[in-house]
Nanobody
Framework: QVQLVESGGGLVQAGGSLRLSCAAS????????VGWFRQAPGLEREFVAS????????SHATSVKGRFTISRDNAKNTVDLQMNSLKPEDTAVYYC?????????????????WGQGTQVTVSS
């Protein structure tokens, strides 16, 4: 089992930046691939970014490419999501998720462990 806790959400104006962090306990996070997903009211949960166990492979959704960057610090047992040039359409609850299998995946069904989420609100 691994427990995940997200932090860093909040209210920001359009064009601003936030840095989300996902901290793990219970297991070493370096054993897991990690993804960030988001869910806006009335919409399905969607993929944002993912990173391999070593951090050598990363994937970002087209909608955030060039603005968001996923990274990890295995020594600190954390995975971060740096979000720049935020837009109102980025408003959502952001979740981190982890899975023991190695291939990167954009599907929520391929992640076994989830945090409780952190709210990001971008005002226009």
């Amino acid at each position: 089992q691994v427990q995940l806790v997200e932090s860093g959400g909040g209210l920001v104006q359009a064009g601003g930046s936030l840095r989300l962090s996902c901290a793990a306990s219970g297991r070493t996070l370096s054993n897991f691939k990690v993804g960030w997903f988001r869910q806006a009211p009335g919409l399905e949960r969607e993929f944002v970014a993912s990173i391999s166990r070593s951090g050598g492979m990363r994937s970002h959704a087209t909608s955030v490419k060039g603005r968001f960057t996923i990274s990890r610090d295995n020594a600190k047992n954390t995975v971060d999501l740096q979000m720049n040039s935020l837009k109102p359409e980025d408003t959502a609850v952001y979740y981190c998720a982890a899975d023991f299998s190695s291939p990167l995946s954009t599907s929520p069904s391929n992640y076994d462990y989830w945090g409780q989420g952190t709210q990001v609100t971008v005002s226009s």
